[in-house]
């Protein structure tokens, strides 16, 4: 048992920027950081695009990137928590640059603003075409020099301790007092026991098999949440990124990011056509769901695997000088971006919905907190606008760290049991894992993908039961590991997703059924 003041729950910005805060200003107080992976591994250090702030007062305004987050979200943003995303980032990207990250100056010294789908101003602030890997480099650097957090990596939060693991369930509220966690390297299982418990645990790309996320987007958070009663909303808002560049074995795409679009680059079917005017008057640049539909309806109609992207008509020293990752990754799949269209298909890229959690970060349990996107702060409605991620995960860790600065650390602490793994024993039936894995992921993409229909959500909710129980009955006897453990949150956060896209009686967004 290890008794600490804050858990943190993943090691992305969210994660990271809590737990710096929280260290800076009470060096008295002990952070524990868990992660599953190696420290960086995380969506966070792939982002591309950037972090959208307003900052060039002249061009832009508030106003506008408020509108332009209410526009993407198709109606069902919290227009309060907008405007308060909106206006803290230019503070809360200071303090970042103030941790010693670096975003693009142009030649008069200014940030080089990009711009993205559903923006109507250059707003983007980016490091080239690896904002991610640099805002990750950063965080890390500054945890490193704070002693009063540890950061313990390959260590796998198996779940949330609550009142469910000593006491009858039926307590009124539920408070949350740490987790039960799996250290990967040696297979015991620690309780960590917490005065407050922060889930920053990131996404779920991963269920969908096909995406941009790497193999750690798993929805853990979210599944453990869920299991802990706490509520979760708008899971059927699951946004495909337009332009993944195409592989055949599908599995995690490297991303074309909407940069390059905002840069002037085209979207053509095979034939050459510029399909996009046909959908939008925005064009490559509407918003990610209606770029996604559309691409979905032009390869449904011709029968092709993927469209183009055409950037021949670019400046290719420009290009290189802000995109040199993109034409570096497309160069070692033999396309030269100058004069070969990049092959293109959308892919599961960023989870709207989440944990419900208020504007101070609280969950519906009591201690539980949950920050960027494993979250739903109503930041996103039905469809996130690009490079709103990064800047909400800024605002509410700061919003966090913000109630913490009147939240008592003393809170009392029950006894509580550690890990009942009696009766289960180590599995050499892998096999089940990686076929329900595998059955899992088909499901998803066939009958809740980009376009979903009432009668494939009720048939993947059934094939989803069969793929559960199975995984039930394996998870009672088997010795808990990664792989396991990830299929049972996967299956949970399937579940949520499917379940609340049945309840959709309108087409919103990303969530688009043709019996709506
Ligand atoms: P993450 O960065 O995903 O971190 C989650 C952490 O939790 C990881 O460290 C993970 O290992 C850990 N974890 C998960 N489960 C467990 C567990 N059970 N136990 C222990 N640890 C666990 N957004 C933008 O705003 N701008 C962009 O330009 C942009 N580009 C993107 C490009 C790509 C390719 C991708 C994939 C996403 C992009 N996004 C972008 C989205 C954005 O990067 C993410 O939404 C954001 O970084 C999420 O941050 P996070 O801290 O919430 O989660
Ligand atoms: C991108 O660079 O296209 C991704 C931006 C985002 O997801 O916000």
């Excluded at 645990?201 to 979210?222: C, K, L």
Aim: proline share 2%.
């Amino acid at each position: 048992m290890i008794a600490t003041n804050v858990l943190v729950i993943g090691s992305g910005v969210a994660g990271l920027t809590f737990a710096v805060k929280m260290a800076e200003q009470f060096p008295e107080r002990h952070i524990i950081i868990v992660t599953k992976g190696d420290k960086d591994e995380s969506n966070t250090k792939y982002a591309q695009g950037g972090v959208a702030v307003v900052l060039d007062a002249e061009e832009d305004s508030f106003q506008k990137h408020i509108q332009d987050t209410l526009i993407a979200g198709d109606g069902l943003c919290n227009e309060a928590v907008v405007k308060m995303v909106v206006t803290e980032g230019p503070k809360r990207l200071k303090e970042l640059i103030d941790w010693g990250a670096n975003f693009d100056l142009d030649s008069e010294g200014n940030f080089d603003l990009g711009k993205e789908g559903g923006h109507s101003e250059y707003r983007v602030v980016h490091h080239k075409d690896i904002t991610g890997y640099e805002v990750e480099r950063a965080l890390l650097h500054r945890v490193g020099q704070l002693s009063n957090i540890s950061l313990l990596s390959h260590h796998f939060a198996i779940d949330l301790i609550t009142e469910h693991h000593f006491k009858s369930t039926d307590a009124e509220s539920i408070s949350c007092y740490g987790a039960y966690v799996l250290n990967e390297s040696t297979g015991e299982i620690i309780t960590i026991q917490s005065e407050s418990t922060v889930l920053t645990s990131g996404g779920i790309g991963r269920v969908y098999g096909h995406t941009t996320n790497p193999i750690i987007a798993t929805g853990d958070g979210i599944a453990m949440a869920y299991r802990a009663t706490a509520r979760i909303k708008d899971m059927e808002f699951v946004q495909f990124h337009p332009t993944a560049l195409y592989n055949v074995e599908g599995g995690t795409s490297f991303l074309i990011s909407e940069a390059v679009r905002g840069f002037g680059a085209v979207l053509r079917n095979k034939k050459g056509d510029r399909f996009m005017l046909d959908y939008d008057e925005r064009a490559e640049l509407a918003s990610r769901d209606v770029v996604s539909q559309s691409i979905d309806s032009e390869l449904k109609k011709s029968g092709d695997s993927c469209v183009y992207l055409d950037c021949s008509h670019l400046n290719i020293d420009d290009f290189k000088s802000h995109f040199p990752n993109i034409y570096n990754k497309c160069i070692t799949q033999h396309i030269n971006v100058e004069t070969d269209w990049i092959p293109v298909v959308p892919a599961s890229h960023y989870l709207c919905g989440g944990i419900v959690v208020d504007t101070h970060g609280r969950t519906s349990i009591e201690n539980l907190f949950a920050c960027g996107e494993c979250s739903n702060t109503g930041l996103h409605g039905a469809n996130r606008l690009a490079s709103n991620s990064l800047l909400e995960a800024l605002v509410y860790a700061h919003n966090i760290f913000k109630y913490h600065l009147n939240k008592s650390s003393n809170t009392e602490i029950p006894k509580i049991p550690n890990w009942n793994d009696h009766g289960t024993g180590i599995t050499k039936e892998h096999v089940l894992i990686q076929h329900n894995l595998k059955q899992l992921q088909a499901l998803m993409r066939d009958y809740v993908g980009i376009v979903r229909s009432d009668d494939r959500l009720k048939k993947g909710i059934k094939h989803l039961d069969l793929i559960y129980n199975e995984i039930e009955e394996f998870y009672k006897e088997a010795k808990v590991n990664t792989a396991l453990c990830e299929l049972r949150n996967m299956i949970n956060v399937a579940h949520l997703i499917i379940s609340q896209s049945i309840t959709r009686t309108d087409n919103k967004g990303g969530c688009f059924n043709i019996d709506n």
